[in-house]
């Protein structure tokens, strides 16, 4: 079965309720809620290696200050969705800060809900 309606709209729901709120408000549980434990995230920032595990990335989250609290713009896009069975890439766009990361975020239906298990990232020119 590929691409599925039904589970576009769930990855979608999931990234427009949980990821991107979570990132925008600092949201912890939001993020962890969408962040299989096992996670990982790689990429790069401003040219510089990016390597960190869930907790890792949640540690940085909950350590610094949220987009909404700065009131500085944050936007989520989602450029496309594609899914095979149960697994599935979503490429998105966030800028926050003074960042616009390109994304391509790895799921997993695990007991019936999708869930990130890599997240690769990479900041690019506004």
């Known amino acids: 079965m590929k691409n599925n309606k039904q589970d576009?709209?769930?990855?979608?729901?999931?990234?427009?309720n949980y990821y991107f709120k979570?990132?925008?408000e600092g949201d912890l549980d939001a993020l962890a809620k969408i962040l299989?434990?096992?996670a990982l995230l790689f990429g790069?920032?401003?040219g510089v290696p990016y390597a960190k595990t869930r907790d890792q990335y949640l540690d940085g989250v909950k350590n610094r200050q949220s987009p909404k609290d700065t009131g500085k713009p944050f936007k989520g896009t989602i450029g496309s969705i594609e899914v095979i069975n149960s697994i599935a890439v979503a490429n998105v766009q966030v800028k926050m800060y003074?960042?616009?990361?390109d994304e391509f975020?790895?799921?997993h239906k695990l007991d019936?809900?999708?869930v990130i298990v890599?997240?690769?990232l990479t900041d690019v020119a506004a």
């Open 105 to 107: 975020l790895s799921f």
């Open 98 to 101: 003074d960042f616009n990361y």
């Open 8 to 16: 576009i709209i769930e990855i979608t729901e999931t990234l427009e």
């Open 112 to 114: 019936n809900r999708w």
């Open 22 to 24: 979570g990132i925008y």
């Open 44 to 46: 790069d920032v401003k």
């Open 118 to 120: 890599t997240k690769m």
């Open 36 to 38: 299989n434990p096992g």
